[in-house]
């Protein structure tokens, strides 16, 4: 495996539904970051963890709860979620420190329908 | 504070002919800027870069951008577009490595 992947790559879940969403990143990176893409609106960064710490949290709701056990995995657990949270959720990963603007590098998303 | 505009929502060219995605960035602080790409069902593949270096950027698969600070711009081209670019554009402009700021995306249309 190469780069950044995710699983699943869709999902249907019902209101009451606990489940997560992983994202494992092959890159060596050290950052790695939770976004939100919505029909008609700009990409919503959710989380950042930087060096396994959570260091960016944009007033994400509670019933989202992000995990990062390693710097080589992200998890997204989801509980009692809302229709308006159906969207494709990406992961993304980047090398940060060194005074040096890295790109990040995404991964192919998971498409979440909550019905 | 740092934002991008993508100043067109839905660009359509014909095959052959020249695009121009245009993006006007705002910053306090001398910015890094990105173009992205995602094509349908999949995530966001990384174009081209600039973060202060030559102002003309070359990217993959043709693209380039050339970033104008007196105009604040950073417009993407392709001299001859071809069917595999119909896509979503996205600017990004970033402050520091984990703040990037997203426009809200071009999508290219392509026609034979």
């Known amino acids: 495996e190469t780069g950044v992947t995710q699983t699943p790559r869709h999902l249907v879940m019902g209101m009451t539904n606990k489940k997560s969403l992983k994202c494992e990143q092959h890159?060596?990176?050290?950052?790695m970051y939770w976004y939100k893409q919505s029909a008609k609106k700009p990409l919503e960064l959710m989380f950042v963890?930087?060096?396994?710490?959570?260091?960016e949290n944009n007033s994400v709701p509670s019933r989202f709860s992000p995990e990062c056990p390693n710097s080589s995995h992200l998890f997204l657990h989801l509980h009692t979620l809302q229709p308006e949270d159906s969207a494709l959720y990406l992961c993304?990963?980047?090398?940060?420190?060194?005074?040096?603007?890295?790109?990040?590098?995404f991964g192919p998303g998971t498409r979440l329908t909550v019905l | 504070a740092q934002s991008v505009t993508q100043l067109d929502s839905h660009v359509s060219v014909s095959e052959g002919t020249p695009v121009l995605l245009r993006c006007n960035y705002s910053?306090?602080?001398?910015?890094?800027l990105f173009w992205y790409v995602q094509h349908p069902n999949k995530g966001l593949q990384l174009l081209l870069k600039?973060?202060?270096?030559?102002?003309l950027v070359k990217g993959i698969n043709g693209f380039e951008a050339e970033f104008k600070k007196s105009e604040t711009s950073f417009h993407l081209t392709k001299p001859s577009a071809h069917m595999s670019d119909a896509a979503e554009y996205f600017c990004?402009?970033?402050?520091?490595?984990?703040?990037?700021?997203f426009g809200a995306g071009t999508r290219l249309t392509v026609k034979p």
């Open positions: 993304a990963s980047s090398q940060t420190g060194g005074g040096t603007y890295n790109e990040q590098f």
């Open positions: 890159l060596g990176h050290n950052a």
């Open positions: 963890y930087s060096l396994e710490e959570r260091v």
């Open positions: 910053s306090s602080y001398s910015p890094s």
């Open positions: 600039y973060t202060s270096a030559a102002t």
């Open positions: 990004v402009v970033s402050l520091w490595n984990n703040d990037m700021r």
